[in-house]
């Protein structure tokens, strides 16, 4: 059950906390993202932001919370059809695009047909030897070739990408394709909270039903290409236990594209690589200074997993403001009850299954703590005891 973490933790998906309902999640999620957009229109000194429209549910939703910050911000939105010759499925991308200009008057758009590019690549690579006119060489061509126009057209603006966890997870996207963009808003979020959000935009019912397809002619649907269904890859982002070979076959997807979601490779990640740790928190602290300080660290350190023992509710910080969602105590996740010699969560099982070898902890100090720290010792773990985010020793 380790593995799920560790993936978790490097995705860091967000979805609806315990303390909230869907609603609002969607809301708060929607509101953060563009106040997000906003933020990085203002740092990065850009005049607008280019985002391709195919006609799909996901750059319906990006193109809309980025022409909703632009309107904000009074900058330039400017949404582009990028077809390549003659399209199935071009008139969603029609729909979508009138939508969004109708939700924000000010957005620009255009069509670009990449047939021309498309053509002359293919004809200029034909003659190499490593060319394959294969249905993955000249479907991932597609999408390199949209973002070269898109940066093209993009003068002084920044290039959206509409990546997601769902996709990051499996490495579902083309590298220096979809892949290659300035930003992702919607990098943390699931695919069903995608569709959930763009609801409230009035997405085209079109876009709504389709089977999502990334429309590059190697499969009909994406979750044909992945073998794995969208609702398992959503379930398992957000904490759930799945049946076991959609659980290996995600596991395998994410460990083979791991070098989508790094920079280039070099003889530094070898001697930079930092070990799993795993924060360990016990109790529910009352101590105001002890929970200010356990909350501060766990901000300070999100590349921790955080593991919770407790057999009572934990106070409202936790969920309200630790900032990554999969450190939050999420009682199907991570929220152990304190049993037998350590803790037992219903559906990852024994505490010590779940943890890596190198353990801190934070909390209340009493008999869970010692029976814990006894049982981690002797499983020669590597344990740290965080002292400004431990309770005073009761007499």
Known sequence: MIKQRVVLNDISPDFKRDNRTQEEYIAAKKSQTVDFIKRYLKSSGARGVVLGVSGGVDSFLCASLCAQACEEEGKQMYIVLLPNGVQSDFADAQECAQKIMENSPGVMCDTVSIAGGYEGAVS???GAQGFHRDAYTLGNLQPRLRMMYQYALAKGMLVAGTDHATEAI???YTKYGDGGSDFNPLQELVKDDIYAMSKTYGAPKAVMEKQPAAGLGISQTDEEELGIRYADICAYLKGNVIA?????KLEAAYDRSMHKRSMAASLKDEYTKKAQVTRIHIGNVGDGRVLKSTICDINAHPEQNVLYVTGEPLHEA???EIKKTVNTPVARYNVFQPKGESGVNSAFGDL???A??????SGEVGETLQRIMLSLMNSRREVVLLKDCLTKVKK
Do not use: I, R
Request: aromatic share 14%; glycine share 4%; proline share 4%.
């Open 356 to 361: 890596a070898d190198h353990v801190v902890v």
């Open 170 to 172: 499996t490495g579902f």
């Open 124 to 126: 200029d690579l034909s």
């Open 318 to 320: 936790f969920y309200n």
């Open 352 to 354: 010590l299954d779940n």
């Open 244 to 248: 076991k070979e959609p659980m290996e």
